[in-house]
């Protein structure tokens, strides 16, 4: 049986076989490059009573980026895009988490890539809970952003010959969590 928002108060990490940290760029001006992530951490305090008082840290793995590519993931971790081996991770903290109500809820915090730390707000959507075959609590939400790539210092780019870019200034970031539930308080 699925718990109520207010008895889900606990300290929670994310399972990383079950998010996906993702992102969407468009390419050439005519289509989009969609990649995710595949090494991150992240740990979270909810509070049911009082969400505004939830928060939460994530660390990506910049040299995790994956877009189906491989040369185009080399080129994605370089100085051109997220320099990895310079900047080896992306972070997110929290400042601020609104309720909007229903399952909705507007997250502020910082965003850290390439060594720029700039603030974002991700809308995410509550999606559920549930118990695991293990006896595991755990909390799904939704959320994406959009970002200006070149706040963060990615500001790589070529000319198209029929005038254009060939990669946009937004990314979208998606992030599909899947966290469970370590300790209540």
């Known amino acids: 049986?699925?718990?109520?928002?207010?008895e889900l108060?606990?300290?929670?990490?994310?399972?990383?076989?079950?998010?996906?940290?993702g992102f969407v760029a468009r390419h050439a001006m005519v289509t989009k490059v969609r990649g995710s992530f595949h090494e991150f951490e992240g740990i979270a305090h909810l509070d049911g009573e009082d969400p505004a008082r939830s928060t939460a840290r994530v660390t990506i793995r910049a040299e995790s980026i994956d877009t189906g590519v491989q040369q185009r993931d080399q080129h994605l971790r370089t100085n051109d895009f997220l320099d990895a081996p310079n900047h080896p991770d992306i972070t997110f903290?929290?400042?601020a988490v609104e309720p909007l109500g229903g399952s909705e809820f507007r997250v502020t915090g910082d965003l850290t890539i390439k060594g720029t730390t700039r603030p974002v707000v991700i809308?995410?959507?509550?999606?559920?809970?549930?118990?695991?075959p293990y006896g595991n609590l755990r909390v799904g939400l939704?959320?994406?952003v959009t970002i200006n790539?070149?706040?963060?210092?990615?500001?790589?780019?070529?000319a198209l010959e029929g005038g254009g870019v060939l990669v946009g200034d937004k990314v979208v970031l998606e992030f599909d969590v899947s966290a469970i539930r370590q300790s209540q308080e």
């Open 93 to 95: 903290t929290t400042t």
């Open 9 to 21: 108060t606990g300290d929670y990490v994310l399972d990383p076989a079950h998010t996906r940290i």
């Open 149 to 158: 790539r070149k706040d963060f210092g990615v500001a790589w780019n070529a």
């Open 1 to 6: 049986m699925a718990a109520e928002l207010s």
């Open 123 to 132: 809308d995410f959507a509550y999606t559920g809970n549930a118990v695991d």
């Open 142 to 144: 939704e959320g994406s």
